[in-house]
């Protein structure tokens, strides 16, 4: 299986950082990808990793090490729109075929 | 219209009754998804379309689950005899020219809430 765990819940303060981790469990995949979704909405893409190594857009980066089974999403800047589930993703066996985790809602406080 | 088109966006139905919920991609977009999601609970693949290739049905739950794409645009996901735990809201996505390599960024609906009473 492809077992995918990330924390459930992570409170942060506007204008601080926060970094969410996601570990999983594969002997393969395309690549990781993270989305946003804030509540009752749609996913939208954020960000994804094939090579190990870190991305960066803007105020979010994220980062993948395949040996170690390891990706995070680092959030900077904290705004209060970033309040919103956090879903970390592999990408299987087809373009668009994803393994989802549970996702971690952030909360932004003031 | 500018992105991917759900309907209904809320559906109410009876334990055993099927249900029909459709998708609109984004106009030239050549691959469709389904996914549904449970409370609480992430994402699932359920099937994908991919031009005129036959569609990746690896998700589907059980033959209760059908799903049509016709004429390389619109998608049909049908649900016959409704049980109370395919209450979720159902998902779709599209993508534009697929390729090999992997990258693909999906463009999400706003989904179908469905719940089965």
């Known amino acids: 299986g492809q077992n995918i765990d990330q924390p459930t819940e992570m409170t942060a303060t506007e204008g601080a950082i926060v970094q969410i981790n996601c570990t999983y469990q594969t002997s393969g995949f395309n690549g990781l990808f993270w989305y946003q979704q804030h509540a009752g909405e749609a996913p939208t893409f954020l960000s994804y990793?094939?090579?190990?190594g870190l991305e960066e857009k803007g105020r979010f980066s994220s980062f993948l090490s395949r040996s170690k089974g390891y990706s995070y999403l680092l959030l900077k800047e904290l705004q209060m729109k970033d309040s919103a589930s956090y879903l970390c993703?592999?990408?299987?066996?087809?373009?668009?075929?994803?393994?989802f985790g549970a996702g971690t809602q952030v909360v932004v406080t003031p | 219209g500018a992105g991917v088109s759900q309907s209904p966006s809320n559906k109410v139905t009876e334990k055993g009754k099927d249900v029909e919920l459709r998708c609109d991609p984004i106009?030239?977009?050549?691959?469709l998804y389904w996914y549904r999601q449970s409370l609480g609970q992430g994402l699932e693949f359920l099937i994908y379309f991919q031009g005129n290739s036959a569609p990746d049905k690896s998700g589907l739950p059980s033959d209760r689950f059908s799903a049509e794409r016709t004429g390389g645009s619109v998608s049909t996901l049908t649900i016959q005899r409704t049980q109370q735990e395919d209450s979720a809201v159902y998902l779709c996505?599209?993508?534009?020219?697929?390729?090999?390599?992997?990258?693909?960024?999906?463009?999400f609906g706003e989904g179908s809430r469905l719940t089965v009473l």
């Open positions: 990793n094939v090579l190990d």
């Open positions: 996505a599209s993508l534009p020219l697929v390729t090999s390599g992997g990258g693909g960024e999906l463009f």
């Open positions: 993703a592999l990408e299987t066996d087809s373009w668009g075929k994803f393994q």
């Open positions: 106009s030239g977009h050549t691959a």
